[in-house]
């Protein structure tokens, strides 16, 4: 494969910023938009186009892993995932 240019790094940047923006959950998306920052930052300085290929491939499968995680995200009702305080079981402390 080529070598990329710095404007479709950049793009791919975006692209990843902006699918790390759709999780529904806080943590989630704070983690994923860090972990995007963290990695272009840590490889501003790659010179060698083969490593350069190699990170640009590695973004573009973590953009599809984001689109797919984030798509799945919102077919999840968190909602269901808290319990009402009526429905647990509180251990009566008379009996204790």
Known sequence: MASCSR???ISLYRMLMKESKQ???YNYR???LRRVKDGFRENLHV???KTLDMLINQ???NL???KRQASNA???SYSSLIFMADELEWPDPNRM
């Open 7 to 9: 404007a479709q790094v």
């Open 23 to 25: 999780f529904p959950s």
């Open 30 to 32: 704070t983690y994923a």
């Open 47 to 49: 010179d060698n186009p």
């Open 59 to 61: 973004a573009r499968e």
């Open 64 to 66: 599809a892993v984001i």
């Open 74 to 76: 919102s077919f999840v």
